[in-house]
């Protein structure tokens, strides 16, 4: 079954990218973000398990974060903007 993204998954990968790895807790990106906790730390879930992140090392997956920047995200954008 493929994983589905979600469009606060981009904002999540866009917080993690701006921070460089450095270590926050879910509750300070979710209140940077104006998200829930969980949200925050079940899109870090989807983002490790789509091999876009790996939280060990802090970094993002090369050439699959590169993917999703180019087709996800403007797809998760404009679903949020049509809300």
């Known amino acids: 079954m493929p994983l589905k993204m979600k469009p606060q ?3 999540v990968a866009l917080d993690l990218c701006q921070d460089r ?4 807790s879910y509750a300070e990106r979710a209140e940077r973000l104006g998200m829930s906790a ?9 983002l490790g398990e789509a091999r876009l992140w790996d ?10 974060f590169w993917s999703f920047c180019y087709m996800e995200c403007p797809m998760s954008l404009r679903r949020v903007r049509a809300r």
């Open 55 to 64: 939280a060990e090392v802090g970094v993002f997956g090369g050439s699959h």
């Open 21 to 24: 790895g450095l270590p926050r």
């Open 9 to 11: 998954d981009v904002m």
């Open 38 to 46: 969980s949200e925050v730390h079940a899109a870090v879930r989807r």
